[in-house]
């Protein structure tokens, strides 16, 4: 593989961080989805409470999806300003330019990831 550019380089950052900038926008949206579901008798019926407990169940689900997501986007952020972002955090080769373009995120070539 050949070296990235400064120009590769920097749209893969402006890539991770409008990534970055979606995923807190769709958290703070989230919000009340994830809130605690109250167990009043008297203003939710039984099928409802099940219900907004499934959602509830949901976007914490997505909610950890989206919090790996963020983990792993300040990672590729800090390899970049490091200067080691495009090689594998494992074996210290290159990752495909391919591979990047797919997920700017991704920390390993696809030997290491196999």
């Known amino acids: 593989m050949t070296e990235l550019t400064d120009a590769a380089l920097a749209k893969f950052r402006q890539q991770l961080e409008t990534e970055r900038d979606e995923l807190v926008q769709q958290q ?7 809130a605690p579901v109250t167990l009043d008798q008297q203003s939710v019926g039984r099928l409802s409470r099940m219900d907004a407990m499934q ?27 490091a ?7 494992n074996c210290d ?3 495909a330019r391919k591979r990047l373009e797919l ?5 390993s070539c696809i030997k290491c990831a196999s």
């Open 103 to 107: 997920d700017p995120k991704a920390a």
């Open 28 to 34: 703070e949206a989230s919000d009340a989805d994830r």
């Open 83 to 89: 200067g080691d972002f495009g090689y594998c955090v």
């Open 55 to 81: 959602v509830q169940a949901m976007a914490k689900a997505v909610d950890d999806r989206r919090k790996l997501a963020l983990v792993q986007i300040e990672a590729a952020l800090k390899r970049l300003d």
């Open 93 to 95: 080769e290159p990752i």
